[in-house]
């Protein structure tokens, strides 16, 4: 029975995860730090492709940015497709980012933080002529500062749920 209780209690920690991120990417934050707000989602996509790429893949990114979509009201498959380029940045070299100290692994997720920005400005440039402006770039930054904190706290809840790294 524990060891049962164990696997449910271990299949639950990623998606919990993911919703954590969703409900902090649709929390209403002060008018002062409205661009800079980080990709939530992203980074935890990126965590989980990383340390278990055999528990999320790109198919679970693709259905937590669809949900995504729904919660931020936005044009439908805008960020599920930034969700997978994620996942499949982070699958694809996922033993190598493993090797890289926690400041390179940053980098990294700034890049992948500027691809996210790019790509979902210029959606919205062709959908609702909005402009991309000097202003979105602060996500990534945030998104890539973020990086550490997001990582040691889910290194925590991966150790302490049993979830283990692919061989």
Do not use: K
């Amino acid at each position: 029975m524990s060891r049962r209780h164990n696997q449910q209690r271990r299949t639950w920690v990623i998606p919990a995860s993911i919703a954590i991120a969703m409900l902090l990417s649709v929390v209403s934050y002060p008018d002062w730090m409205r661009y800079a707000v980080p990709h939530w989602v992203s980074l935890v996509i990126f965590y989980w492709c990383i340390a278990a790429p055999d528990r999320m893949n790109v198919g679970s990114a693709w259905i937590a940015g669809l949900i995504l979509d729904l919660l931020l009201h936005t044009l439908f498959g805008v960020h599920a497709i930034t969700a997978a380029l994620v996942a499949i940045a982070a699958v694809t070299s996922h033993q190598r980012l493993r090797m890289y100290h926690i400041w390179q692994q940053c980098l990294v997720v700034f890049v992948i933080a500027c691809i996210e920005v790019t790509f979902v400005g210029w959606i919205f440039y062709l959908t609702n002529d909005a402009a991309l402006r000097l202003v979105y770039w602060q996500a990534a930054l945030t998104t890539a500062l973020l990086w550490p904190v997001v990582y040691t706290t889910l290194r925590i809840v991966r150790q302490r749920s049993g979830i283990s790294r692919i061989r």
